[in-house]
């Protein structure tokens, strides 16, 4: 696979609504087209050459899954939008991988758009693309930013039989891909918490600035998840509420369910957040009392070294009159109080407990 730059919203600058500029990580490779048709009896999947093969394989009387994966290819998703009817402003929404999760109804489909939370690196930093529904009454059309496994358990119960969806429509076809993506978030928010537990470990340990960095990653993983799951939240309550006609009384419980999850991920990721704040007080305490022990450390050395730079700065000045300058044992007298008053001092920094 072939990734550059980001192309940025600004390149939309002047232009009229509905208009395609593909906004994301720029990309060479040839989009996949699959589908996957089904009914309670039978299902079968197909990978499509283009878009002309797969419209002479879709078929009203099966529930039709069809997964995009490649949304930078705009002359690809203007044919598919004219195929199924689709309107501009969802088009130029699906080809913009900035866009926030949302949901809109059309009457004849519904659009969906979320952000699906990919394993997060190394050096701490979480792949998340978009990924965009269309759904109809007999067909529902998924849109990724790249070719990806998240679906492919999803895929491989259907055609095994095992999935509900082959008995539903793909109102509950859409739930279940949704559920994936927000389950998938408990992967992201598990593995961001283990790190979590290893800084607490570290950060009473840790005498460089590696921490530090490590918590401001961890604040940035958060942060990109709380974005991406907290509109999330506003359309999967719409999708409970059946804003939409296509959406069955039995499958808008399911939506309800959806919608728990997204609250109790939400309040983890507020947890986990309190979490680092904490832990970020505790560091700032931490480095502020190593650099204390440090200043005390020095403030004793020096002062204990006041009365022999004292005594020194007596002897020696050039005045001739000193009785102890001829005195026989002068010198073994100057050692003898300076090592009195460094014995002294430290017996009154250890009775004041300084040391």
Known sequence: ????????????????????????????????????????????????????ELNSLVDKNY???????????????????????IHPLVLEDIVNAEQRPKFEDYDDY????????????????????QISFIVGKNYLISFHEN???????????????????????????????IDTVVDNYYFAL???????EILEEKIL???????????????????????AVFPLREAVSKLERKESELIQDSSAIFFRDIYDHIIHIIESVESQ???????????????????????KVLAIIATIFMPITFFAGVYGMNIENIPELKWQYGYLFFWSVCIASVVLMLIYFKRRKWL
């Open 147 to 177: 070719k990806n496994e998240l679906f492919q358990k999803n895929i491989e119960r259907i055609l095994n039989g095992k999935s509900k969806a082959r008995k539903n429509g793909c109102d509950f076809l859409a739930y279940l891909l």
């Open 63 to 85: 529930m039709n899954w069809i997964n995009i994966n490649g949304i930078h290819e705009i002359e690809s998703i203007e044919q598919i939008g004219k195929e199924f009817n």
């Open 190 to 196: 598990e593995e961001i918490e283990d790190k979590i």
């Open 205 to 227: 340990k840790d005498t460089t600035g590696k921490t530090l960095q490590e918590i401001q990653k961890m604040k940035r993983l958060l942060v990109m998840l709380l974005k």
């Open 1 to 52: 696979m072939s990734e550059t730059s980001n192309t940025k919203l600004s390149k939309k600058s002047g232009l009229p609504p509905g208009s395609l500029v593909h906004i994301g990580k720029s990309r060479s490779e040839k989009i996949d087209i699959s589908l996957l048709k089904y009914n309670s009896e039978t299902a079968e999947f197909h990978n499509c050459a283009d878009i002309m």
């Open 273 to 295: 957040r309190d979490i680092l704040s904490g832990l970020m007080d505790v560091y700032m305490s931490n480095t502020s009392n190593r650099m204390n022990a440090v200043m």
């Open 110 to 129: 519904f659009f969906v758009t979320l952000k699906a939370s990919g394993s997060i690196s190394v050096k701490n930093i979480m792949d998340v693309q």
